[in-house]
């Protein structure tokens, strides 16, 4: 259990820190929560017109959920590492720096499936990048994603990654109320609109 908590705190402080705002203001853009959603990730990034920010940012969140797992599953072990992928996945979305108001977890997820199941994230980011090219819709994409995933892991027989993703998926749900709200009433904005 010890494990587990440190491994938790460890994603958590890494899915923390807000490579969108820290980027956007870096190259002159302000703050990134004053434009779009007011999300910090690469969607909304992407609304600044810059796109290598937009890249960026989309790696670094893949890159701190990929890391919390992997390193926590170096030091304490497998089932460790999924706790400190979720961790990263609560500290994206709610990170104590900005008032626990962060990002929707979607990159951070990617990056945390890939590090837990090479498979499992490519058939997710399959199932995204499908979705994107029908809709042009990105929160359509991700929530499309996140369910092909725990699918996907029964499928292959892993329930401990079914269970996992579908906390992710759930997580990332949650975190787009908003979108789907949009989504239903037919006014969510196209990928690559500033608005």
């Known amino acids: 259990m010890a494990a587990w908590l440190a491994a938790l705190a460890l994603g958590y402080l890494l899915g923390s820190v807000p490579w969108g705002l820290l980027l956007t203001r870096a190259a002159g853009h302000g703050d990134v929560r004053a434009i ?3 999300s910090i990730g690469a ?12 890249a ?21 072990g497998g089932s460790a590492g999924l706790a400190a992928g979720f961790g990263a996945m609560l500290g994206h979305a709610f990170p104590v720096w900005l008032g626990f108001r962060g990002g929707k977890g979607v990159a951070t997820g990617a990056g945390v499936i890939l590090a837990a199941a090479w498979w499992l994230g490519l058939a997710a980011a399959l199932v995204w990048l499908a979705t994107a090219a029908l809709t042009r ?19 292959a027989g892993r329930t401990d990654l079914a269970l996992f993703t579908a906390g992710i998926a759930a997580l990332v749900v949650l975190r787009h109320r908003d979108n789907i709200a949009r989504l239903l ?10 608005t």
Do not use: F, H, Q
Not at 43 to 54: D, F, I, M, Q
Not at 59 to 76: F, P, T
Not at 145 to 150: L, Y
């Open 43 to 54: 969607t909304n990034v992407l609304r600044t017109g810059n796109k290598g920010l937009a």
């Open 137 to 155: 819709l990105s929160s359509a994409s991700a929530l499309a994603s996140c369910a092909a995933a725990p699918l996907v892991a029964l499928a």
């Open 56 to 76: 960026a940012t989309l790696a670094l969140d893949a890159l701190k959920g990929a890391a919390a797992l992997l390193i926590a599953e170096a030091v304490w």
């Open 185 to 194: 009433a037919g006014t969510e904005p196209r990928i690559g609109r500033k």
């Open 36 to 38: 779009g959603s007011g």
